[in-house]
């Protein structure tokens, strides 16, 4: 069955909001990191994350991400939208407003990373999405991952990267 705007607007109460939005994004998708420097500079941190999960979970997630989020730095405003979709599930992508902790802005940020990303472990999601999961997301992902597939992945990367030059001693070590 083809996928039909009349339907989707009558079976789940969809809008149809024309292409505009989307048009709009792509002219203008690099200019976030130069505002967030002057919003960060002000005061107000900005911060994202992302992770994916199957269809009949994602209000879940979406829900309790929002609220962990929003709970692990009071006053933040936490926004998350579906930046990927597949026929299995999508990617919830996070985006989160806050009054930055002037005197402890990384004791903060680890919190909020620490708070969000049990949120994604608990419900089952993965640490990240497309950005990888990097130093700081590593010990959720080898909570969620087996030690064979861990040891795997290990003597995978022993071999095809014998000098040890791809991010060395971050995930794998």
Known sequence: MAFSFHHFQTAH???????????????????????????????????????????????TLHKEGIASLEKSIPGSIAMCHISHSYHEGACLYYTILFPMDEKKPADQWFKMKRTVSETFYQNGAPISHHHGVGFDHKPWYVKATSQPALSGL??????????????PGKLFH
């Not at 290990?154 to 991010?167: G, P, T, W």
Request: a positive charge.
């Open 13 to 59: 109460k969809g809008l149809y909001a024309g292409t505009h939005l989307g048009e709009q994004w792509i002219h203008s998708r690099y200019n976030m990191p130069f505002l967030r420097n002057h919003v960060m500079e002000n005061g107000i941190g900005v911060d994202t994350m992302e992770t994916s999960t199957t269809y009949d979970r994602v209000l």
């Open 154 to 167: 290990k003597a995978f990367k022993k071999e095809i990267d014998k000098k040890e030059i791809l991010n």
